[in-house]
Each structure stands twice: as C-alpha cells, then as structure tokens.
C-alpha cells in the first residue's frame, strides 16, 4: 500500500485536521488529529481507526500499523513544546 492511498483512506473514512503517515509499504506509522476524538479516550480512539482500517489488515495489504491521536487543541498543545 502506497503512503498516499492510506493517508487518503483515513481521510476518507474519518474528518481530520491533519494525518501524516510514514511508512514502507507494509509497516506504518500515523498521526491523526480528528475533533472525532473529542471525549474519547486513547483506546476508543484507535478503535475508531482500526474499526475501517481492518478489512485492510485482514487482507494483509496493511501489515503493521501504528498511530497517535490527537484532537485539535491536544496537536496545538503538543506543537508547542
């Protein structure tokens, strides 16, 4: 899977202020800063997230995926230190 086919799914499938993804075709890695996140704590969030991303998984396309959420005022905060 290509960095820009799975930055664009993840925007496709949930609204977001910001989403970086790195990776290497398999193994990935993401920031994802959503005002979805709102009132949810780290494990529901990644819920939400693995929740669209798992037919991908199943399939194998997706190997390894790793993310931090973020909701709007958490990135603005954490772009300050």
């Not at 977001?16 to 800063?33: L, S």
């Not at 399939?59 to 931090?68: D, I, R």
Request: glycine letters at 4%; a neutral charge; hydrophobic letters at 40%.
């Amino acid at each position: 899977m290509e960095l820009s086919a799975l930055k664009a799914f993840i925007e496709q499938n949930i609204t977001c202020d910001h989403v970086r993804v790195n990776g290497d075709g398999r193994h990935f890695n993401a920031v994802i800063v959503s005002a979805n996140f709102e009132g949810l704590n780290t494990f529901k969030r990644q819920q939400t997230v693995y929740a669209f991303l798992s037919a991908k998984i199943a399939s194998g396309e997706l190997h390894a995926f790793t993310m931090k959420t973020y909701t709007p005022d958490e990135w603005r905060q954490a772009q300050q230190v």
